[in-house]
C-alpha cells in the first residue's frame, strides 16, 4: 500500500514521536529508554502507512534478538513475536497513548 512513498509532515512527525519514545517492547518490560528504529505494520503482506509504525529495538525486538536471550524478534517471527508481546495492532495503541502521555 504505502511502500517507498515519502513520508507527509505528520508521518515524519509521527516516526520522529515514536523514534524518541524507544523501543515500545523494552518499554513495556520496564526497561525504559531503549534506542528504536521505526517498524511499518503488515497486513496482509503489506506495509501500512507512516503513520501505523512501531518503535522497536534493532538489534533486538525489531531484528536480530541474540540466541538464549529469551526474547523474540519481530523479523522473520512474527507469530512468535505477537504470542509473547501482543499484536502489531495491540502494540500500535500503547505506542499512541505513550506518545500522547510522554512526548511533546
Known amino acids: 500500500m504505502m511502500h517507498g512513498k515519502t513520508p ?8 520522529d514521536k515514536i523514534v524518541r519514545l524507544g523501543c515500545i517492547v ?3 518490560q520496564g526497561r525504559g529508554f531503549v534506542p528504536a528504529l521505526p517498524h511499518h505494520i503488515l497486513r496482509g ?3 501500512q502507512s507512516h503513520k501505523e509504525t512501531i518503535p522497536l529495538c ?3 525486538h525489531h ?3 541474540p540466541k538464549n536471550s529469551g526474547e523474540v524478534s519481530r523479523h522473520p517471527n512474527k507469530a512468535r513475536f ?5 499484536t502489531e495492532e495491540f502494540l500500535l495503541e500503547v505506542t499512541q497513548r505513550a506518545v500522547e502521555e510522554h512526548i511533546k
Do not use: F, H, N, S
Not at 505477537?82 to 501482543?86: H, K
Open 82 to 86: 505477537e504470542a509473547q508481546y501482543g
Open 58 to 60: 534493532d538489534p533486538g
Open 45 to 47: 503482506g503489506r506495509r
Open 8 to 15: 507527509t509532515k505528520a508521518e515524519k512527525a509521527w516516526m
Open 26 to 28: 523494552c518499554r513495556i
Open 63 to 65: 531484528q536480530g534478538a
